[in-house]
C-alpha cells in the first residue's frame, strides 16, 4: 500500500462532495434546498432556474464521478490494486454527492456522478442503462422511475458484457445507494402521488418566469 492508495479516494469524497448544483443556482437568488424536491441535483435545478443551468449541473456532477476514476487509472497504471483504488474512487464519489461533507452529511441522488463513473469504466453498458432510461422517462415522464430501472439495469448489463467483478460489485453498490436516497419518489410512486417532470416544470417555471 502506499499513499496514492488512501489519498484518491479521499480527494474523490471530497469532488463528489462539491454541491455544484447549489453554487450554480446561487446567482439566481434561489436556494433551491428549499424549493420544489429540495434535492441540489440537475432536474430540480432545471425545474427551479432554468434548463442551461440544469445541465451545466449534470455535466459538473458527471465530472465529479469521472475525473476521480480517470485520475486513478492514469496514476496507479502499474500498480496491481489498480482496479480495488479505483472502485473506491467511483464510490467515495458518489457517497460524497449524497453525503457532502459541505452540506452537513447531506446532499443529492447521485444518479449524474454515477454516469460520470460508468462513462468511464464502462460506455457500452451505461449506453443500455441510458436506453432504459429514456425508454421509462419518456412515456411516463417520471425522472425518478427512469432513474431507478437504469440503475438497476446496470448491474445487469456489466454481467452480460462480461466486465469484470469490480465493475459489477462498483454498480451494486451505486444501485444500491441510488434506490436508497430514492425512497421518497418510491413511495411516492407507489402512493401515485409521484409528479412527473413537464408537469411540475410547468408549475413552477409559471411562478418564477424571471428566473428561467
Known sequence: MNSLHFLLPA???MIGSI?????LS???GIDIR???????????????????????TLLLDAVKG?????????LLSDD?????ITALCGAAAVTGHMFSIFLRFK??????????????IAPKALLVSLAVFIAVTAPTGFVSLGSLLGSAAMPLSLYFFAEP????????????????????????????????FREKEKIISSQNRPLA
Open 165 to 196: 467483478l469490480w465493475k459489477f460489485w462498483l454498480a451494486v453498490f451505486v444501485g444500491m445507494m441510488i434506490w436508497i436516497k430514492h425512497y421518497q419518489n418510491i413511495r411516492r410512486l407507489l402512493n401515485g402521488t409521484e409528479k412527473r
Open 107 to 120: 446532499g443529492g441522488k447521485g444518479v449524474a456522478t454515477a454516469l460520470g463513473i460508468f462513462l468511464y
Open 66 to 74: 469521472w475525473l476521480p476514476m480517470f485520475a486513478a487509472g492514469l
Open 19 to 23: 454541491p455544484f448544483g447549489l453554487l
Open 11 to 13: 480527494a474523490a469524497y
Open 34 to 56: 428549499q424549493h420544489g424536491s429540495g434535492n441540489i441535483g440537475a432536474t430540480n435545478v432545471s425545474r427551479l432556474v432554468g434548463k442551461k443551468v440544469g445541465f451545466l
Open 26 to 28: 446561487r446567482g439566481s
Open 80 to 84: 496491481s490494486s489498480r482496479s480495488l
